[in-house]
């Protein structure tokens, strides 16, 4: 037993420090090739994994499904701009402090919430995205600057602002790598497999002592926190940030990368998000196609490819170490 | 252990148990049958917290546990097997098992998501001692498969594995014999003898007569979600009433 664990343990280290070599190198070569439109690329992969990630946990690992999950993003990226601007708390903090705040408004959320099942709850949190977004839009007093979006600062620290492109870069690979572990560590915890319980079966998962509405709780704080950190992330990367970011669309995109990589493992969010953005960037010059090619691929990936991307990779990588042992 | 006071409970006009009143004592085997739709399973589900009887009392080791919830119930130390396989699919085996352990770990949120020194230890004796249960009850060698990859017999096997590892006092069985052959079952039988050895009262809903002849210490029978009768094995087996309701007849 204590050699599976150790080769777990690994193994994730393995795979962790090959990211980190693959994050390293990538935009080293990008600026040597003078694509360093590349490197923001790079910077809204890590956003979005970390996103993405979140809402993994709520939905792939405790099985339940958020379509309202631009709020969370909302709450992180204009609650740390807020922050900052406002009462001037450093960035980094700034961020920790609104990701918090979220992850409250997701334990308020899920309270009620946690005794809706699939349908009902993707009703309710369709309400609730329709709501942050609307209070966003429409602030009291315009403290959000409504439609007109709202400036952020740059995340510093000590006094050293990072705000060149390489700099976001290095501060995003370094949250993403943070967030993936803390991920990790939940996931293959008593925490997690309480989650996981829950989405294979929330009557046994109750008959063995598992207080189910609690997890369900915290499933959906964790999931807010994530990507409202996300949100933060983005809000301080990209020095302004307006309503639209934070419309159902965006819900829409966290749901699709998250299926279109697979669920409930660490590289289907990944995947996707990589999959998914290199595909916007493909589409950029017809935009207004866009949300009918996710609309296919959402469609061919629930019909054809139940597991993802990673699915496919990890049914032939299995296939592949079989064939290897004969 | 178990004390079982005039429990009833209605859905609507519809009375599912009426009035059941038994006992489960230490290191006993106890059994209760009856034809379908007896009530047997409702009532499984009252001592386990699934439902809160409209009457009565039910008293485990001096504390009344009537309209607890089924993880608060599971947490004072009675746990159970389903009817319908309930397990967790698409787990391993042996993290089925330290999912039943979940009462007995003691890491939360925030040592797991730092992998806290002691959360590793726990983790760690956690699936020692739930790989020792497997070789308990015979599935060792299934530890890293999945749950939904296992046999008929060997998923029910599973399920008592799963609910010993919370340590209960008290364990209820429902139906643990359906599906399986007949050396699962002489294993079965040979694993209440081993169960009932670690000191953990067994109340058991079976269809198997034979089985439950030989295992049971004494008997309860439901009929109509009424109890019909009560006594030592060889004293149901002749009781007219309980012919009639198997058998049907006057």
Redesign the interface.
């Known amino acids: 037993m204590k050699e599976l664990t150790q080769k777990l343990k690994s193994k994730s280290i393995v795979e962790n420090l090959g990211l980190l070599a693959v994050m390293a190198v990538l935009p080293i070569i990008f600026n040597a090739s003078g694509f360093s439109y590349g490197i923001t690329i790079l910077v809204f992969i890590c956003i979005y994994i970390v996103a993405v990630s979140g809402l993994d946990i709520l939905f792939g690992y405790s099985g339940q499904i958020s379509m309202g999950h631009a709020a969370f993003y909302a709450i992180g990226a204009y609650g740390s701009a807020m922050l900052s601007r406002y009462l001037n708390v450093p960035v980094i903090l700034s961020m920790m402090i609104a990701s918090i705040i979220a992850a409250l408004v997701g334990a308020l959320l899920a309270y009620p919430a946690s005794k809706l099942v699939f349908h009902f709850l993707s009703l309710a949190t369709i309400a609730f995205g329709e709501i942050v977004y609307q209070l966003v839009l429409q602030s009291p007093n315009g403290i959000t600057g409504n439609a007109v979006g709202f400036p952020t600062k740059s995340i510093s620290i000590f006094g050293f602002q990072f705000s060149s492109n390489f700099n976001v870069y290095f501060i995003c690979m370094i949250f993403l790598l943070l967030f993936l572990i803390a991920k990790g560590n939940l996931v293959n915890s008593r925490v997690g497999r309480a989650f996981i319980a829950i989405r294979e079966n929330s009557h046994a998962a109750e008959g063995m002592g598992i207080n189910v509405r609690k997890y369900k709780i915290i499933a959906f704080a964790t999931s807010a926190y994530f990507v409202a950190f996300a949100g933060g992330m983005y809000a301080h990367t990209v020095g302004y940030i307006s309503p639209d970011t934070f419309t159902n669309k965006q819900s829409v995109m966290f749901v699709t990368m998250l299926l279109f990589g697979g669920t409930a493992s660490k590289w289907g969010p990944v995947m996707g998000v990589v999959a998914v953005l290199i595909l916007n960037e493909l589409l950029r010059s017809m935009e207004n196609m866009q949300m009918l090619v996710y609309g296919a691929l959402l469609l061919v990936v629930i019909l054809a490819l139940p597991g993802g991307i990673f699915g496919v990779v990890k049914d032939l990588v299995n296939k592949i170490s079989k064939k290897g042992a004969m | 252990m178990l004390k079982v006071d005039n429990v009833t409970l209605r859905f609507g006009g519809l009375v599912a148990n009426s009035e059941v009143c038994m006992e489960v004592p230490d290191g006993k085997i106890v059994g209760l049958i009856g034809p379908n739709g007896a009530g047997k399973t409702t009532f499984f589900n009252i001592i ?1 917290g ?1 439902y809160t009887p409209n009457e009565g009392k039910i008293n485990f080791e001096g504390q009344e546990i009537q309209g607890k ?3 608060q119930i ?2 004072l130390g009675i746990a ?1 097997t ?1 009817q319908v396989i ?6 391993t085996v042996v ?1 089925n098992v ?3 352990m ?2 007995q ?1 003691e ?3 925030f040592s ?4 806290t020194k002691k ?1 590793r230890e ?3 004796k956690a ?2 001692k739930a ?1 020792e249960l497997l070789e308990f009850v015979g599935l060792r060698h299934r530890a ?1 498969e999945t749950a939904g990859s296992l046999s008929y017999g060997e998923q029910r096997l599973l399920e008592i594995c ?1 609910g010993l590892a ?1 340590q209960p006092k008290l364990i209820l069985l429902d139906e643990p014999a359906a599906g399986m052959n007949a050396t699962e079952k002489v294993e079965l039988d040979h694993l209440l003898q081993k169960i009932l050895k670690k000191n953990i009262g067994i109340l058991i809903i079976e269809h198997d007569m034979k089985l439950m002849m030989g295992v049971a210490d004494y008997l309860y029978v439901l009929n109509y979600g009424k109890l019909l009768a009560e006594g030592v094995p060889s004293e149901i087996q002749k009781n007219p009433d309980v012919i009639a309701a198997y058998l049907g007849g006057e």
């Not at chain 2, 309930?86 to 787990?91: A, G, I, Q, T, V």
């Open positions: 386990s699934v919830r089924p993880h599971n947490e159970r389903y309930n397990l967790f699919r698409k787990m993290e330290v999912v039943g979940h009462t770990l890491q939360g949120f797991s998501l730092f992998k959360e726990e983790e760690t699936f020692e790989l890293y799963r919370s």
